[in-house]
């Protein structure tokens, strides 16, 4: 088990960093009045689980010379729901943890994000392999 945790150090290290994020109370946020748009946060969702799921998704399939093109594998499944349950989690605890309350349409960002990620690493592996892609 040592080695295998050690292959997702970066995944581990960005989940815990938006759990972080999740978690911390809404005064110790920054904020601007030039970032006052409706629906910002929403936004904010989409961008941190697009990167956690690239990041998931890159060091699975780093060292795989065949990768598996359609979502429905259960190599693939496995770590996507990992990823939605994850934000689930975060979601469903905000209102007991810290002072931030639960959000479907977060939840809906967060797993929007998930998928998006892992169709954007599809399209990037290649290209840090070095291989051709067209």
Not at 70 to 86: F, R, S
Not at 91 to 105: A, H, K, M, N, T
Not at 110 to 122: I, K, Q
Request: charged share 20%; net charge positive; with cysteine.
């Amino acid at each position: 088990m040592g080695p295998k945790i050690f292959q997702y150090k970066f995944s581990i290290l960005t989940a815990s960093f938006i759990i972080f994020l999740s978690m911390a109370e809404s005064p110790d946020l920054p904020s601007s009045p030039f970032l006052n748009l409706p629906h910002l946060d929403k936004l904010v969702h989409l961008v941190m689980y697009t990167g956690l799921s690239m990041i998931l998704f890159l060091e699975k399939n780093w060292k795989n010379e065949k990768r598996k093109e359609k979502i429905w594998y259960t190599n693939n499944i496995i770590p996507i729901l990992i990823a939605v349950v994850l934000g689930g989690c975060i979601e469903i605890l905000q209102p007991i943890l810290s002072d931030r309350g639960r959000d479907f349409w977060d939840f809906v960002a967060n797993t929007t994000g998930v998928v998006l990620g892992f169709y954007l690493h599809r399209s990037i592996l290649p290209v840090l392999k070095g291989q051709k892609i067209f």
